[in-house]
């Protein structure tokens, strides 16, 4: 089993719209979670990270944690074409000194 | 600039040469991680290294590549005898404390090695 688990996508939305980005992990003692954005040809670049159970919200990004489930996701409202990119999820567990990332999910926000 | 940077930004290597790859961290950190990026992949762990010390190598190709961080200037991470399968993108992240604690790992721009 991977350490973190992404659909690899490629997800679609319109314009304007919601989307949904969503990260399994296996640690269950796993304490911090983070989401960058990758552009095509570009590095990792921080979003957000997350720490506590439940929401967090920063702009049009909110990160949501729930630790029972394992479970981790991004929304971004009101999506812009400049969104359009790779979304990773990392997660940090507490036993060990590495960042694990899953394979990413594409987004493409269309016009 | 206070960001992760990284040098050479690309780099062309013939099967057979080496490649040094240079990372010099964020200004107040002093934790460097190496990843891997292959074409359409996510990044894989490569080796985590405080000044003088690799802390953890698991990631790492058990022959031919090897990281350092001295205690005066970049880290490093050096193949030798390049293969074309080693032709990918090698980032460098840098925390101001190690993993477990809560810290976030930024990253540099990335060395795109192509190997012909």
């Known amino acids: 089993q991977k350490e973190v688990e992404q659909n690899s996508g490629p997800l679609s939305v319109p314009e304007g719209a919601i989307a949904s980005l969503n990260c399994t992990y296996s640690?269950?003692?796993?304490?911090?979670f983070f989401w960058y954005r990758q552009y095509s040809g570009k590095s990792p670049e921080l979003i957000m990270f997350?720490?506590?159970?439940g929401d967090k919200e920063d702009g049009r990004f909110t990160a949501q944690l729930n630790k029972a489930s394992q479970y981790v996701s991004l929304l971004i409202r009101d999506s812009q074409p400049s969104d359009s990119a790779t979304y990773l999820c990392?997660?940090?567990?507490?036993?060990?000194?590495?960042?694990?990332f899953g394979t990413g999910t594409s987004l493409t926000v269309i016009p | 600039n206070a960001g992760v940077m990284q040098n050479p930004r690309h780099l062309v290597r013939r099967r057979g040469q080496e490649a040094r790859l240079r990372c010099s961290p964020m200004?107040?950190?002093?934790?460097v991680y190496w990843y891997r990026q292959l074409p359409e992949e996510g990044l894989k762990f490569m080796v985590y290294?405080?000044?003088?010390?690799?802390?953890?190598e698991s990631g790492m190709p058990k022959e031919r590549f090897s990281a350092e961080f001295p205690k005066e200037g970049p880290s490093i991470l050096r193949i030798q005898q390049v293969v074309r399968g080693d032709s990918a993108a090698y980032f460098c992240?840098?925390?101001?404390?190690?993993?477990?604690?809560?810290?976030?790992?930024?990253f540099g721009e990335g060395s795109w090695l192509t190997v012909v």
């Open positions: 992240a840098s925390s101001q404390s190690g993993g477990g604690s809560g810290n976030t790992i930024y």
């Open positions: 640690d269950r003692g796993s304490q911090s």
């Open positions: 997350i720490y506590s159970n």
């Open positions: 990392a997660v940090n567990p507490p036993t060990g000194n590495q960042f694990y």
């Open positions: 200004k107040g950190h002093s934790h």
């Open positions: 290294l405080q000044k003088e010390n690799i802390i953890d």
